[in-house]
């Protein structure tokens, strides 16, 4: 199976010997490629299998970006970005990601606003700085299953599934849709897919049980 490898390589990853050098395998699309993601720590493994579980997210590319400013000093620097994301509605946005406790200090917190401001719009519409906390608890088990499925290919049960959901009312759970599919645990991760791309929504934070409240997207 055809893997689209990081632009990095792995020597060039990890700010210390004692960086968790990592990869994430995902699919961004069920119709995309599997695509590789190098990862300089656990943190930044877990931040990007969330970012890459959300519908409105089409690609990133990690550690790519750099942002040239000027510092408190008044000295010219730089930094590189942990992400550079694109979203549907064309914006892009650029995250560093850290622990959750530095994810929250006020004055790195302030550090980052400082490089936001200098950054020119060319780059990237917006800013933030995330740790895996800042996804709720079940926002990251639906981003774990939803890559779980995406890592499977079955175009035949995604188009099955999707027609299915054309001729139910448009709500309806998430039970009902896979018994009404046919297909078992074809269906299952069929259903879990399209939700994942978009295709069917669902309250970000309701997990996938078969009493899931589903409906068709516009």
Known sequence: MRVNRS?????EIGKSSASCK?????????????QEFWCASFEEAQVYENLAAHSNVLNFKEQLTRVDYIAGDGSATHTKVD??????????LLVSVKYDEKARRPSYLAEVA???????????????VM???????????????IH???????PEADSAVLDVVRELPESFTFGELVRAAGLEN????????????GDIHKHPLDLFENDLICRRAA
């Open 22 to 34: 990592v990869s994430l395998v995902t699919r961004l699309h069920r119709t995309a490629a599997l």
């Open 83 to 92: 992400a550079h994301v694109l979203l549907r509605n064309g914006d892009e």
């Open 186 to 197: 074809r269906g299952w991760r069929a259903a879990i897919r399209l939700i994942g791309d």
């Open 114 to 128: 400082d490089i936001a401001a200098q950054c020119s719009p060319e780059i990237a519409d917006s800013f933030a």
């Open 148 to 154: 779980l499925v995406r890592r499977g290919w079955d």
């Open 131 to 145: 740790s895996r906390y800042h996804f709720h608890p079940a926002w990251r088990e639906c981003a774990r299953k």
């Open 7 to 11: 632009h990095l390589e792995k020597m």
